[in-house]
T-cell receptor, first 117, second 108 residues
Framework: GAVVSQHPSRVICKSGTSVKIECRSL??????MFWYRQFPKQSLMLMAT?????????EQGVEKDKFLINHASLTLSTLTVTSAHPEDSSFYIC?????????????FGPGTRLTVL | QKEVEQNSGPLSVPEGAIASLNCTYS??????FFWYRQYSGKSPELIMS????GDKEDGRFTAQLNKASQYVSLLIRDSQPSDSATYLC????????FGAGTQVVVTP
């Protein structure tokens, strides 16, 4: 299957700082990537859809000025959590969409665990 | 109204038995369906996709799709303790819709 990487895998930061998370599709080009957040024992929550070369589409209730998304190339999307606070502590997961073949398919990165002190 | 529904479980399955997971969806326009496995603390990994009515087999896994009844299921044969995880069902119609997941616990 397609491989998606994320960096860093884990980050601890102080309240008020910004954190950037990178999501890369390693062996395919992804016009579309997705960013999810997952709290312990809860479902995946889609935050935004990232499209290469255009502005991201945010889900209702997700602050676009707090969660900055940049999809500058066909293999890289970044999520920046600005002025992070303890309530932003969560597991952030990206996925990349492969197109063509029988159906579009999402492949997930390994996730980034963010802890804000 | 949830668009993709799964029983949350936990579904307890003896080792070596068949685990049967079900998923229903609300939109008849759904085109493709996916099963993902998510271990605790990890991200989801794709098990298989299905888009035609009937069965699709891949190793110990079989996905079944019935578009008329709007359900998709996953069978895990010869269940192993390593199959203990949460299984997510997803449907694609324009955008991906995920179910909340079914927790499976395989007991030795």
């Amino acid at each position: 299957g397609a491989v998606v990487s994320q960096h860093p895998s884990r980050v601890i930061c102080k309240s008020g700082t910004s954190v950037k998370i990178e999501c890369r599709s390693l062996d395919f080009q992804a016009t579309t990537m997705f960013w999810y957040r997952q709290f312990p024992k809860q479902s995946l929550m889609l935050m935004a859809t990232s499209n290469e070369g255009s502005k991201a589409t945010y889900e209702q209730g997700v602050e676009k000025d707090k969660f900055l998304i940049n999809h500058a190339s066909l293999t890289l999307s970044t999520l920046t959590v600005t002025s992070a606070h303890p309530e932003d502590s969560s597991f952030y997961i990206c996925s990349a969409l492969t197109s063509g073949g029988a159906t579009d398919t999402q492949y997930f990165g390994p996730g980034t665990r963010l802890t804000v002190l | 109204q949830k668009e993709v529904e799964q029983n949350s479980g936990p579904l307890s399955v003896p080792e070596g038995a068949i685990a049967s997971l079900n998923c229903t969806y609300s939109d008849r326009g759904s085109q493709s369906f996916f099963w993902y496995r998510q271990y605790s603390g990890k991200s989801p990994e794709l098990i298989m996709s299905i888009y035609s009515n009937g069965d699709k087999e891949d190793g110990r896994f079989t996905a079944q799709l019935n578009k008329a009844s709007q359900y998709v299921s996953l069978l895990i044969r010869d269940s192993q303790p390593s199959d203990s995880a949460t299984y997510l069902c997803a449907a694609l119609w324009g955008k991906f819709q995920f179910g909340a997941g079914t927790q499976v616990v395989v007991t030795p």
